[in-house]
């Protein structure tokens, strides 16, 4: 079975643990590096860890965390070395350059502004069809690379995009009792 790990030292994790375990995944949760050490060697059994979730919050606050914990540098390295990451909203300005800078993406904060802080809309998400999107006071990606596949654009601006092993979406996937980006990311397991 699919063992995820989802980073869990601020903002939305919980909502994720629940969707994954919903769709028959086992989730660890990291809190700081001991976890993560042990996420990373879990699976005795040859399931071994899949993937990652950073959810939403503070990236600001997530950053230091993370650095605090000392898992930035752990985290990067099993993201370049094709460690699956689903990142949403602060999870994707994680994966942006000023931040973990695996992900050959410019992502602007706090993008809509203080009046369209917070909004939902129905978007189409490429190679899922519509689908519900919850945007809280969410980043969205002003510039991408070319190895960057845009796969939702709202308003004009990119909302989902995947470079291989790394799906970022600005919008909480998980909030919205659907499950289609969460299985999308399963998906690719396996297959990168
Ligand atoms: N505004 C937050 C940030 O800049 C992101 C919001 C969210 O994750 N819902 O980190």
């Given at each position: 079975m699919e063992k995820i790990a989802i980073l869990?030292?601020?903002?939305?994790?919980?909502?994720h643990?629940?969707?994954l375990q919903?769709l028959g995944v086992e989730t660890v949760?990291v809190?700081?590096?001991?976890?993560w050490?042990?996420a990373l060697h879990i699976g005795g059994d040859g399931g071994g860890l899949r993937g990652l979730v950073?959810?939403?919050?503070?990236?600001?606050?997530?950053?230091?965390?993370?650095?605090?914990?000392?898992?930035?540098?752990?985290?990067?390295?099993a993201i370049?070395g094709g460690l699956p990451v689903l990142?949403?909203?602060?999870?994707?300005?994680?994966?942006?350059?000023?931040?973990?800078?695996?992900?050959?993406?410019?992502?602007?904060?706090?993008?809509?502004?203080?009046?369209?802080?917070?909004?939902?809309?129905?978007?189409?998400?490429?190679?899922?069809?519509?689908?519900?999107?919850?945007?809280?006071?969410?980043?969205?990606?002003?510039?991408?690379?070319?190895?960057?596949?845009?796969?939702?654009?709202?308003?004009?601006?990119?909302?989902?995009?995947?470079?291989?092993n790394q799906l970022?979406?600005?919008?909480?996937?998980?909030?919205?009792?659907?499950?289609?980006?969460h299985e999308y990311f399963l998906s690719m397991m396996g297959r990168i």
């Amino acid at each position: 079975m699919e063992k995820i790990a989802i980073l869990a030292l601020q903002g939305a994790f919980a909502e994720h643990e629940q969707m994954l375990q919903g769709l028959g995944v086992e989730t660890v949760l990291v809190r700081n590096l001991g976890d993560w050490n042990k996420a990373l060697h879990i699976g005795g059994d040859g399931g071994g860890l899949r993937g990652l979730v950073i959810p939403g919050g503070e990236s600001t606050a997530m950053m230091r965390i993370m650095k605090d914990e000392g898992l930035s540098g752990p985290i990067r390295e099993a993201i370049l070395g094709g460690l699956p990451v689903l990142g949403t909203c602060a999870g994707l300005i994680m994966l942006d350059g000023g931040h973990l800078g695996t992900m050959d993406i410019r992502v602007r904060r706090n993008a809509y502004g203080r009046q369209l802080g917070s909004f939902n809309t129905v978007g189409d998400f490429k190679g899922v069809g519509e689908v519900p999107m919850t945007f809280i006071r969410a980043p969205y990606i002003e510039s991408a690379g070319d190895g960057v596949e845009v796969l939702s654009v709202v308003d004009g601006h990119i909302v989902a995009a995947r470079q291989g092993n790394q799906l970022v979406t600005a919008f909480h996937p998980e909030l919205d009792g659907d499950s289609r980006i969460h299985e999308y990311f399963l998906s690719m397991m396996g297959r990168i």
